[in-house]
Structures are given as C-alpha cells and as structure tokens.
C-alpha cells in the first residue's frame, strides 16, 4: 500500500500543470462559430505549445456541447461535432496531455452566455448550483479518502450523495474515476464493487460527470490525486 510520496509526482505534476494550463488558455477559442472540432484542435495544438509530447489515448481531448453534454462515449468512438457554437452554449472539455511516459487528466466545464465566457453563477441559477456540488463532491473526497478504502467504497460514498441531492451520474460505467495508467486495459476503474484498495495505486482521478435527473445541463471537473502519507493531495 502506498504510504509516502511517489516518486514520480514531479513528472506528473508537469503534465498535470499542462493540464490545466490548457484548460485556462483555451478560454480564447470558445466563441460564437467556433465548434467542438475547432476546440478540440486548439486544444492540442495549445498541448503541443505548452511542452506536451503527446497525448493519452487516441485524442487529445473530449469538448462536448448543447445537447451532447450527457454524453459518455470511449476515446476510441469519440468524434468531434463540427456544429458552429451560438451565444449561448455550454462546453466541458476534458484533456490528457502526455510527456514521455507521464500523463496529465483534467476536465472543466465552460458557460458561454451572450458571445462571452463566464463563471456558472452569472449563467444561471441551475448552473451555479451544479458546479458548487462539483466542489462540494471534490471536497468530500479530498476530507474523507483513504488508502484502505476500495475503489468500490468511494463509489458507494459518491454515489449515495450524488442521488440524495437530486443528480445522476452520466458515466457509461457508472464510474467516477480511474487509477492513472497507459492503457484503459491497466486502469483500475472507482466503480461499485471493487474491490482493490486505493493505496494500491499512485494516482487517481476523482471526475463526476453529472446532471439534475432529467435535465439537459451536465457538468463536469476533474483532477488526479494521490496520497501523501495517508491524506488525499491534488497532483
């Protein structure tokens, strides 16, 4: 079980900062008659620009828009949608940016209103409450975590809270994240029912992909986290 500091976190860290740098920058392309296709471009053409040698998988990121939003597809079947962005659109974007062998994982969601980017309170009331219980739920990991809890365990926690507050989880598994690995066949899922320990692995991510039950708004955030002698850090 891991106890004390991977010793690769330097490494992940630098994809990880790529992560989000890319998720910072890409503000500058989510604009009327834009697309998930020239976001998803941007997006790694900014990886690249940002020290990026690859990235995960078979894309270099997931953008989702309007009526696509509760999608949850694999990053084999995944397919831009070349539909032009009007006022008013709201985007996630989830991205893995690589170097060399060490992977970055993070997504944010984004509310266009009236040709402009703003936070998810000046969006609307639905918005600003589906983005507060992301923090909410990310906090709640980060508190009650622990190496000895299985991925199974946290699922069951997250997934208790997420209905009793009245959303669904979107996530073709059912999941609400994954150990960071090269290969989805490696990846050790936070699925129900497992039950391997998450000291058992260095990195994890934490990403519900939620929405109200029956809404059309979905809401996404993602990090990587690990353990630093038994407390859960954000790489």
């Known amino acids: 079980m891991t106890a004390s500091l991977p010793s690769d976190l330097s490494h992940y860290t630098a994809a990880q900062d790529i992560a989000r740098a890319v998720l910072t920058d890409i503000t500058a392309h989510i604009v009327p008659g834009a697309s998930e296709v020239s976001v998803h471009k941007a997006c790694h053409d900014l990886m690249l620009a940002h020290g990026a040698t690859d990235f995960w998988g078979n894309t270099p990121a997931f953008v989702l828009a309007g009526e696509r939003l509760?999608?949850?597809?694999?990053?084999?079947?995944?397919?831009?949608?070349?539909?032009?962005?009007?006022?008013?659109?709201?985007?996630?974007?989830?991205?893995?940016?690589?170097?060399?062998?060490?992977?970055?994982?993070?997504?944010?969601?984004?509310?266009?209103?009236?040709?402009?980017?703003?936070?998810?309170?000046?969006?609307?009331?639905?918005?600003?409450?589906?983005m507060d219980f992301e923090a909410y739920l990310h906090g709640v990991f980060i508190k009650t975590v622990q190496p000895d809890m299985t991925f199974g365990d946290v699922h069951q926690k997250m997934s208790a809270l997420v209905s009793e507050n009245g959303y669904e989880n979107l996530d073709l598994l059912d999941a609400y994240g994954h150990s960071i690995a090269a290969s989805t066949d490696d990846f050790i899922i936070m699925e129900k029912r497992n039950e391997r320990l998450l000291g058992d692995v260095n990195y994890f991510t934490f990403e519900p992909h939620i929405a109200k039950v029956g809404s059309s708004l979905a809401v996404k955030y993602e990090e990587i986290y690990y353990f630093d002698h038994g407390l859960v850090k954000m790489v």
């Open 70 to 130: 509760r999608l949850s597809v694999f990053d084999s079947s995944y397919v831009p949608s070349p539909k032009l962005f009007g006022e008013n659109e709201t985007i996630t974007i989830d991205v893995g940016p690589r170097i060399d062998d060490y992977f970055g994982d993070s997504a944010r969601t984004y509310f266009l209103r009236n040709g402009i980017i703003v936070s998810a309170a000046e969006a609307g009331e639905e918005e600003g409450e589906a």
